[in-house]
Structures are given as C-alpha cells and as structure tokens.
C-alpha cells in the first residue's frame, strides 16, 4: 500500500494536481528541506509552496525502495523545456495511508570537475 501513495504523490506533483496532493498528506504533516534548513509545519503549507514555486515542473521517478517504515524515492525533476533538471531523494513515512513526514534531499546536475575528466576517472553516462 505504502509504494502505491507515494506512486501517487509523485503522481500529482508531476500532474499539478494539488488537489489530489492534498488527498496524500496528513493534515499536520512535517516536510522537511534539509539543504535550506526548512520545515513545512502541516500539508497546507507544503501544498502552498508547490503551487507557488516557479515554473512548471515535471518527476521521473527513477528507483523507489520500501525499507521498513520508510519509503524512499531517487526522482528526477526537470523543466517543460528540459532546461533545468535535479534530483531529489526523498524519505516519506506513512500513517493511516497518508504521508505523514518527508525529508527531501536536493541536488543539481552538473557537468564534472575539470580535474576528473583530465584525469579520465569515470565515464560520463
């Protein structure tokens, strides 16, 4: 059951369908943004938040893993003009079905550093 709501949940965030989003989340639900020290205190600020962001943004999620109590999500998030992409890890916990606390780990992709690919450490993919 845990897999199938966070299958929704990126779902909706890829969909814009906020509506749905809010069918996901625990009223009082924690979201937490690690990487800018940010805590959503309960669904409707989270929800807010999305909907506000700029741009319009789209999910693939490339491996989702069920560990116990946790559920976690590797996503790629990108632009309708695949100008801008990054990756998300996600940490989701459930209560009831719902999601009751995410923990999102962000970063963006980028090319190498100089350094490695003169050294011709890895291969590009």
Known sequence: ????????????INN????????LLHDNA??????TKEVFKGKNKYIEFNKKYPGRWYV???????CGETIITVAR???????LGLYVTSFFKLKDD???EITEYYSEND?????????????RY
């Open 30 to 35: 924690y979201i937490w943004l690690p990487n």
């Open 111 to 123: 090319e190498p550093p100089k350094w490695r690919v003169e050294k011709a450490l890895a291969e």
């Open 60 to 66: 693939d999620i490339e491996k989702i893993y069920e």
């Open 98 to 100: 719902l999601i009751e």
């Open 16 to 23: 814009a369908d906020f509506d749905g989003l809010s069918k």
């Open 77 to 83: 998030i990108f632009t309708n003009e695949n100008t």
């Open 1 to 12: 059951m845990g897999e199938r709501v966070i299958r929704l949940f990126w779902e909706c």
